[in-house]
């Protein structure tokens, strides 16, 4: 009975953090301007005969504050809800910084995590400092879930609830190894059948191979290879059966799709094709493909999802998903959400738009534990692993050269697109013209403003390299 208080206190207190402080800014702006001059007119001293009116003051601008969402006020109500599943968080470190978050789901040293986040060697921290190297035991690649093993026992693990249990509205918090919440939301959209990552259309955030398929009996069928493509470079070419992605085997072009829509940019991962050279009969063939980033090819839909920080590398194909408004870096993801008591419904699994964060509803999570542990989804490194920090480097260099030519291709089409919009406004005879080259405007402007932020992004991800590269040699040279 007592918790139950406690608790209600807190989602008091939370709703406090927010509703009070907006309502006291409504009520600034709705009072009436005779109580604003009654209350100046109380302030200011009272001029003598023969001296100047003096001045009159103003309220202070920040007399009223709403706390920001990600700011110690807004989140210190909510310390207790996760108190106890800050203690089952960890945080996970790989070439010098942070990548993502971890839950403790067994005493034995057993972290649940994001897979598309790891990269080389990781390290996870725990909630007391101490500081422990990884093993990666498996990963489930339907749901991006990796398990790591740390050499150490007797750690406090995550409590579970049914994701049923949270409803639309329903405040929800993403716990980190520290005292307060990292973030808090609500739930937006229940536990759900995520039939959208389950669409036959590669993800935009998946590693790019750079083909086009057509069924046949045998498997897919390469009907087409796109120029300087990582299919290009392992040397597959037009014709090809596909017989294994992945070491997994492959009927149907859907199949090839659904196992690449769990790539990432910089995965290399091998595939097993029938090739025929000449008139000879075709012979297996197998290759490593280094999988490169997806063109863009939506600038509307970049810019919009984009606003308001990065957004995961692989955010979609997930079979279930609870979808909740809490704002979260990429790094942030891999930990608990929790509810008000303190109990995980799910996990966090990837920042996907704006003000869209998908976490794993818990039962899929708690069912998959099991398997995991026993090594169901031992990592076999021969078909799928990720590129070398240098390999890395240098597809990022590329990267960085086609995004610069891409603002440049920008540029002349909304230079081209303005001079013609320019030209029909003066023909006053033809308005329909204008109106139609005013939207192919528009949208050279929209695409240049992605193509902009895809070079910023080309950049950061450069400069991260090359800042790994350097932590590395200094760690080589001790």
Same mark, same amino acid.
């Given at each position: 009975?007592?918790?139950?208080?406690?608790?209600?206190?807190?989602?008091?207190? /939370?709703?406090?953090?927010?509703?009070?402080?907006?309502?006291?800014?409504?009520?600034?702006?709705?009072?009436?301007?005779?109580?604003?001059?009654? %209350?100046?007119?109380?302030?200011?001293p009272?001029?003598?005969?023969?001296?100047?009116?003096?001045?009159?003051?103003k309220?202070?601008? #920040?007399?009223?504050?709403?706390p920001l %969402?990600?700011?110690?006020?807004y989140?210190?109500?909510?310390?207790?809800?996760?108190?106890?599943?800050?203690?089952?968080?960890?945080? &996970? &470190?790989?070439?010098?910084?942070?990548?993502c978050l971890?839950?403790?789901?067994?005493?034995?040293?057993?972290?649940?995590t994001?897979?598309s986040?790891?990269?080389?060697?990781?390290?996870?921290k725990?909630?007391?400092?101490r500081?422990?190297?990884a093993?990666?035991?498996?990963?489930?690649?339907?749901?991006?879930?990796? $398990?790591?093993?740390?050499?150490?026992?007797?750690?406090?693990?995550?409590?579970?609830?049914?994701?049923?249990?949270?409803?639309v509205?329903?405040?929800?918090?993403?716990?980190?190894n520290s005292?307060?919440?990292v973030?808090?939301?609500?739930?937006?959209?229940?536990?759900?059948?995520?039939?959208? /990552?389950?669409?036959?259309?590669?993800?935009?955030?998946?590693?790019?191979?750079?083909?086009?398929?057509?069924?046949?009996?045998?498997?897919?069928v390469?009907?087409?290879?796109?120029?300087?493509?990582?299919?290009?470079?392992? /040397?597959?070419?037009?014709? #090809?059966?596909?017989?294994?992605v992945?070491?997994k085997?492959?009927?149907?072009?859907?199949?090839?799709? #659904?196992?690449?829509?769990?790539?990432?940019?910089?995965?290399?991962?091998?595939?097993?094709f029938?090739?025929k050279? /000449?008139?000879g009969?075709?012979?297996?063939?197998?290759?490593?493909?280094?999988?490169?980033?997806?063109?863009?090819?939506?600038?509307?839909?970049? &810019?919009?999802?984009?606003?308001? @920080?990065k957004?995961?590398?692989?955010?979609?194909?997930?079979?279930?998903?609870?979808?909740?408004?809490?704002?979260?870096?990429?790094?942030?993801?891999?930990?608990?959400?929790?509810?008000?008591?303190?109990?995980?419904?799910?996990?966090?699994?990837?920042r996907?738009?704006?003000?869209?964060?998908?976490?794993?509803?818990?039962?899929?999570?708690?069912?998959? &534990?099991?398997?995991?542990?026993?090594g169901?989804f031992?990592?076999?490194?021969?078909?799928?692993?990720?590129?070398?920090?240098?390999?890395?480097?240098?597809?990022?260099?590329?990267?960085?050269?086609?995004?610069e030519?891409?603002?440049?291709? @920008?540029r002349?089409?909304?230079?081209?697109?303005?001079?013609?919009?320019?030209?029909?406004?003066?023909?006053?005879?033809?308005?329909?013209?204008?109106?139609? $080259?005013?939207?192919?405007?528009?949208?050279?402007?929209?695409? $240049? %403003?992605?193509?902009?932020?895809?070079?910023?992004?080309?950049?950061?991800?450069?400069?991260?390299?090359?800042?790994?590269k %350097?932590?590395?040699?200094?760690?080589?040279?001790?």
């Open positions: 009975m007592g918790s139950g208080k406690q608790l209600w206190r807190v989602w008091l207190m /939370g709703i406090a953090a927010t509703s009070i402080a907006s309502s006291l800014a409504m009520a600034q702006v709705a009072a009436p301007e005779k109580a604003k001059t009654e %209350k100046l007119k109380t302030e200011q009272v001029a003598k005969a023969g001296e100047k009116k003096p001045a009159e003051k309220p202070a601008e #920040d007399e009223v504050r709403v %969402k990600d700011s110690s006020t989140l210190q109500p909510f310390k207790a809800a996760v108190a106890l599943a800050s203690k089952a968080t960890v945080t &996970i &470190i790989a070439e010098g910084k942070v990548i971890g839950t403790i789901v067994s005493a034995e040293g057993y972290i649940l994001k897979a986040e790891l990269k080389g060697s990781v390290v996870c725990l909630r007391d400092g500081t422990f190297a093993e990666l035991v498996g990963i489930e690649d339907q749901n991006d879930l990796a $398990l790591l093993k740390i050499p150490t026992k007797g750690l406090p693990t995550i409590q579970w609830a049914d994701s049923s249990s949270a409803q509205g329903n405040w929800v918090c993403t716990a980190t005292d307060e919440p973030a808090v939301g609500v739930v937006s959209v229940a536990t759900r059948e995520n039939k959208a /990552g389950r669409s036959r259309n590669p993800s935009s955030a998946s590693g790019f191979l750079g083909v086009t398929l057509e069924p046949s009996e045998k498997g897919p390469i009907s087409m290879v796109e120029k300087d493509s990582s299919a290009a470079k392992a /040397g597959v070419v037009k014709g #090809d059966v596909v017989l294994e992945k070491g085997k492959v009927v149907t072009p859907e199949q090839m799709i #659904d196992l690449l829509q769990t790539t990432k940019p910089g995965d290399i991962v091998k595939l097993k029938l090739h050279e /000449g008139e009969e075709a012979r297996e063939k197998v290759v490593d493909a280094t999988l490169n980033k997806r063109p863009s090819q939506n600038a509307r839909g970049d &810019i919009q999802n984009s606003m308001g @920080g957004l995961s590398q692989r955010r979609t194909a997930f079979p279930k998903i609870l979808q909740h408004d809490t704002t979260l870096a990429p790094e942030s993801c891999g930990g608990p959400l929790v509810d008000l008591e303190g109990k995980a419904v799910g996990l966090n699994i990837a996907a738009g704006r003000v869209e964060t998908y976490a794993l509803p818990s039962e899929i999570v708690k069912n998959l &534990i099991p398997d995991l542990i026993a169901k031992k990592v076999d490194a021969s078909v799928t692993r990720q590129a070398s920090l240098e390999q890395r480097m240098e597809m990022a260099k590329t990267e960085l050269k086609k995004a030519e891409g603002v440049t291709a @920008g002349t089409k909304r230079n081209e697109a303005r001079v013609a919009y320019q030209g029909a406004k003066l023909d006053v005879d033809n308005p329909s013209a204008a109106k139609q $080259l005013k939207r192919r405007l528009d949208q050279a402007d929209l695409e $240049l %403003k992605a193509a902009q932020e895809q070079l910023n992004k080309a950049k950061e991800d450069l400069k991260g390299l090359e800042e790994a %350097k932590s590395k040699e200094k760690v080589e040279m001790r």
